[in-house]
């Protein structure tokens, strides 16, 4: 019965299922969890189809085409949904913001919260570590987006001031344009365009549109595509943090520092790539 969850073929979520069902205490954990409850973790580039089962034991067991975490759950932090025996929703979250890289964490983290987990229940679960409590202060529950997350925290790792998400902007003929992250008090603004929304000669006119719109309002707006997370991360961090400074932040001498050390590390960890920074709208 437990062959077909070693199938590549056979989904994530029908794995999981299959598991939860044939080994009573198992219960399916982590990204996993995150899967089923619906959410992108953006793990990698592996399709879900492909990833293993995360689940959770009370002893060690070797299940085929799982990964397994030996540890007890308390009765409260488990469910079910779409026949899946797994973490609750605010369970989900705090183990993720717990075991998951740091960029990938404060993404499932983000969309937790807009699914109605609450954000003082996870700093005040009694497991709450300082690696966790740094995930939940980075969250921000009006991220719409996995890769708006990502560029958050860049920017906030990056020693940047903390942009604020989907600001509004009110525009002619009581219209409103919301801006994926920005800093109102600067008029600079950074948007994501991925592949799915920004792709097609239509999209790319409607966007020049509106952007044009805010520009005469006195907005500088940043559009950055997906091929800079990543490998360009350096590129970005200078290009942003040079637009706030043109438009009157001033870092101080300490936070100068911070940002070129950032930019430095950034650019060692990336590949050479050439200054013509295409996918930014200048």
């Not at 942003?240 to 940002?259: C, F, S």
Request: hydrophobic share 40%; aromatic share 4%; proline share 8%.
């Amino acid at each position: 019965m437990l062959g077909g969850v070693n199938t590549p073929a056979l989904p994530l979520v029908d794995r999981a299922r299959c598991v939860t069902r044939c080994v009573p205490q198992a219960v399916a954990c982590r990204r996993t969890a995150a899967h089923v409850w619906g959410l992108d973790p953006l793990a990698s580039a592996i399709p879900a189809a492909d990833r293993p089962v995360e689940i959770m034991v009370p002893a060690e067991l070797a299940i085929p085409g799982c990964l397994v975490h030996v540890m007890s759950v308390p009765s409260g932090d488990v469910t079910e949904h779409a026949g899946v025996r797994l973490t609750t929703l605010d369970r989900t979250a705090f183990d993720c913001a717990r075991w998951l890289p740091r960029l990938e964490a404060v993404t499932v983290v983000d969309q937790f919260l807009r699914r109605g987990v609450d954000l003082d229940g996870l700093l005040h679960r009694p497991t709450t570590s300082r690696r966790v409590r740094d995930i939940l202060a980075l969250a921000d529950r009006r991220a719409a987006s996995p890769r708006e997350s990502w560029l958050r925290v860049i920017l906030i790792d990056g020693g940047l001031p903390r942009p604020t998400a989907q600001i509004r902007v009110p525009l002619p003929g009581d219209r409103n344009a919301y801006l994926d992250l920005g800093w109102e008090p600067y008029k600079v603004a950074v948007e994501y365009d991925g592949r799915a929304h920004h792709a097609g000669p239509a999209d790319q006119r409607r966007d020049d549109l509106r952007r044009q719109e805010l520009n005469r309002l006195g907005w500088r707006v940043i559009a950055v595509g997906r091929d800079v997370i990543p490998a360009r991360t350096a590129d970005f961090l200078e290009h942003v943090a040079n637009a706030l400074m043109e438009r009157g932040w001033q870092p101080g001498p300490d936070g100068m520092i911070r940002i070129l050390t950032r930019i430095r590390a950034a650019r060692r960890r990336s590949r050479p790539r050439r200054r013509h920074l295409r996918s930014f709208d200048f």
